[in-house]
């Protein structure tokens, strides 16, 4: 029912700057949150950074000042806009969105497949 595209990885030196964008598809729901994770080698998957259905937007404490997240209603996109990228950035990124299914009315994660950011010193 919800299909996520993602985009906007890559290799970057440090103090650089990259563009995720996370697209939804699909019918029979209404999205919520919308947020990144991420997840390096060996390491647990984090929260980096949400924005409810409303606006509000929360972040990891490493990457404040520096990410911004943002969303399209209207494309279905999120958005993660890194600036002054750092080594310890680097990890696989992966978009969540919780939607509300119509049909049984309930909710549901769905994720990307990941896409990998890399910071270079």
């Known amino acids: 029912q919800v299909q996520l595209v993602e985009s906007g990885g890559g290799l970057v030196q440090a103090g650089g700057s990259l563009r995720l964008s996370c697209a939804a598809s699909?019918?029979?729901?209404?999205?919520?949150?919308m947020g990144w994770y991420r997840q390096a080698p060996g390491k647990q998957r984090d929260l980096v950074a949400v924005?409810?259905?409303?606006?509000?937007?929360n972040y990891l404490d490493s990457v404040k000042g520096r990410f911004t997240i943002s969303r399209d209603n209207a494309k279905k996109t999120v958005y993660l806009q890194m600036t002054s990228l750092k080594p310890e950035d680097t990890a696989v990124y992966y978009c969540?969105?919780?939607?509300?299914?119509?049909?049984?009315?309930?909710?549901?994660?769905?994720w990307g497949k990941g896409t990998l950011v890399t910071v270079s010193s």
């Open positions: 969540k969105v919780d939607a509300l299914i119509f049909d049984g009315i309930y909710t549901k994660a769905y």
């Open positions: 699909g019918t029979g729901f209404r999205i919520n949150a």
């Open positions: 924005v409810t259905s409303g606006g509000s937007t």
